[in-house]
């Protein structure tokens, strides 16, 4: 309990003390008055104070106004012991809701406590321990046994565990030796590691997790953004309504205006909107939090809630739904050895970080750049480059037929590299991928949920992507498409959705930017936080399994319904207890739980949304 909820529920226990010593007393008139004045003024000094403050502001109409406006009035018509315990009741709401939100930003922050304290670099031959925003590129730094790692950056010494658990929901420690990149957030588990430094604190993966989680917050759902101009109407609303009810029926029926005041008064007790205004986001800041407990980051409560909607998932292939880890697998020469064939396919690759130049230069091993020269990496076709004073061209049957190379299809299945000299064909190169182990379970866990349909695209010839899509059950495929070609398939299957349904783009973060941005929603496996999917993507899955789209959509589902179950739970008490407060048939005591009652349930029903089971 925070030092302010102390201090609250220290107020309302001298008020309740006060308040009962106060009901003791014999007292009549004026003296009466003044003894209840002491409590009321105990326990609800800071409620007048703010809608004072709040009306000087312009902002009249809010619940302090109402609980003010109720209580003083019941002062006024001399029922000093409910206006005092309607006060006090109210502060215990408010400690409730105090203590369940504080509940729930602690255990977001517990998991979200990814940021380094300090960083140990290597300068001028010793250790110096700094702040992780004064370390720069291409330092050293140290990581200990036990300490987070501060900075992203590679392993040049030493091997060790990982505990990525903050970042991916993941328990099963990682394993990582020199070479390997690591990330900033990851707890060091048992090695000592020199890390050479890739980015600066700013532009780190922990640094951008942190900016997504506090920021999340200002991108609302369409129920939230509601039930905020719900308040606004609704509020005066019922003031108008209180007073009209204060005054019409005693002039009409004419009757003594103090039975009227009275039930004015419970009205404007039970009409405030607490439950509903507070509720409602807390739901969703739950939900949110729920889901980075599973590694799943959500960029803000409207995608969120979109999410429950989706109707059709498209995939991208590559590092998605397969490994992305190629190898090769079988090599096919016109005219050439095929060692020589490899080599000239590796060098030609020789500056990209595509996975699929990746494997051809493990295939091959040490490569001398030297030899290469004029580089050109044409998207969705291929490398072209000079080699040895030849014309070299790697890549896949459009390039052959740009460079006019007489090519041919390989009855292999995998992705065929094919090769051409001078315009020449020389042969071509298999290279498998293989599906990741959750896929199928992730594409039948999405129509279990109410997909209607998945679709995967990917630029891999026909034989290729086909194979895959039967593998993983999935119900449609687009084979060799350009990135521009993707982008165009998307905007056609959002034409098969509903009105109010969604298309979800499924990519790998890195060359899918346009499609995810034009997406309804974008989800990008996050490879444990990588840059471009944390800037493409709406939603992050930051341990690369598609299954856990799936959860995802669950946790979306189930926050959906916790706030529709806070809205007609808040709505209907109200209006039951409205009514027989108008007919005179709700007392005080009703109209307290009316209001604090039913928002404190609420509230306590809005934290489940926080509990997710992983």
Not at 400 to 425: F, L, P, R
Not at 427 to 447: F, N, Q, R, T, Y
Request: aromatic share 6%; with cysteine.
């Amino acid at each position: 309990m925070s030092k302010k909820q102390k201090k609250m529920l220290w107020r309302i226990l001298a008020g309740t003390a006060l308040l009962v010593t106060a009901s003791l007393l014999p007292l009549e008139g004026i003296p009466k008055l003044l003894v209840f004045l002491v409590p009321y003024a105990v326990v609800g000094w800071d409620v007048i104070f703010s809608a004072v403050r709040n009306i000087k502001n312009g902002q009249i109409f809010d619940e302090n106004f109402l609980m003010a406006l109720a209580t003083v009035g019941a002062f006024c018509i001399a029922e000093y012991p409910e206006a005092v315990f309607v006060m006090l009741f109210y502060q215990v709401g408010e400690l409730f809701q105090s203590y369940a939100v504080g509940r729930s930003r602690q255990s977001i922050a517990a998991l979200m406590d990814i940021r380094p304290d300090y960083a140990n670099v290597e300068r001028d031959g010793s250790l110096v321990q700094i702040d992780p925003d004064e370390v720069a590129i291409d330092e050293i730094i140290v990581v200990k046994p036990g300490e987070k790692i501060p900075l992203d950056g590679i392993i040049i010494e030493g091997s060790s565990s990982l505990n990525t658990v903050a970042l991916t929901g993941e328990a099963l420690p990682q394993d990582v030796t020199v070479g390997n990149s690591v990330t900033s957030g990851c707890v060091n588990i048992n090695g000592l590691l020199r890390v050479q430094v890739k980015s600066a604190f700013g532009d780190s993966t922990v640094s951008k997790i942190l900016d997504l989680v506090e920021n999340a917050s200002s991108k609302k759902a369409k129920t939230e953004n509601f039930i905020t101009r719900f308040a606004q109407y609704y509020t005066p609303c019922v003031v108008i309504a209180a007073l009209m009810l204060a005054v019409v029926p005693p002039l009409v029926l004419d009757q003594g205006f103090s039975q009227w005041i009275n039930r004015a008064l419970i009205f404007l007790v039970i009409s405030c909107p607490c439950a509903l205004v507070i509720s409602v986001p807390l739901s969703f800041f739950g939900g949110i939090g729920g889901a980075s407990k599973c590694g799943i980051l959500v960029k803000g409560s409207n995608y969120l809630e979109a999410l429950a909607k989706a109707e059709i998932v498209v995939f991208d292939k590559t590092g998605t739904l397969t490994k992305g880890s190629f190898n090769v697998t079988a090599l096919h020469s016109a005219n050439m050895d095929e060692k020589q064939l490899l080599e000239l396919a590796a060098t030609a690759e020789s500056y990209s970080d595509h996975p699929i130049s990746l494997s051809l230069k493990a295939a091959h091993g040490a490569i001398d750049k030297s030899r290469v020269s004029n580089v050109e990496e044409i998207s969705g076709y291929g490398i072209m480059a000079d080699i040895d004073g030849k014309k070299v061209a790697v890549g896949n049957g459009k390039l052959m037929d740009k460079v006019g190379a007489s090519w041919h299809e390989c009855h292999k299945q995998g992705t065929v590299i094919h090769v051409a000299i001078n315009g020449v064909y020389a042969g071509h190169i298999v290279i498998s991928d293989e599906p990741k182990p959750d896929a199928a379970a992730a594409i039948a866990a999405l129509k279990k949920l109410g997909v209607r349909k998945t679709v995967m695209l990917t630029g891999d010839r026909k034989a290729v992507g086909e194979h895959t899509a039967a593998q993983l059950g999935i119900d449609e495929v687009y084979t060799e498409l350009l990135p521009a070609d993707k982008v165009n398939m998307v905007e056609k299957l959002m034409q098969q959705k509903s009105v109010k349904g969604k298309l979800v783009f499924v990519g790998d973060g890195i060359n899918d930017a346009p499609v995810l941005s034009r997406a309804d929603i974008g989800i990008a496996m996050g490879g444990l936080g990588s840059d471009a999917a944390i800037e493409a993507a709406d939603i992050v899955l930051m341990d690369d399994k598609p299954s856990k789209i799936a959860t995802a959509m669950g946790i979306s589902s189930r926050t959906l319904s916790i706030v529709t179950q806070n809205i007609v739970f808040a709505l209907g008490v109200k209006l039951l207890v409205l009514i027989l407060g108008a007919l005179g048939m709700a007392s005080m005591w009703a109209a307290v739980f009316a209001d604090v009652g039913v928002s404190v349930i609420a509230i306590l029903n809005a934290t489940r949304a926080l509990s997710v089971k992983k």
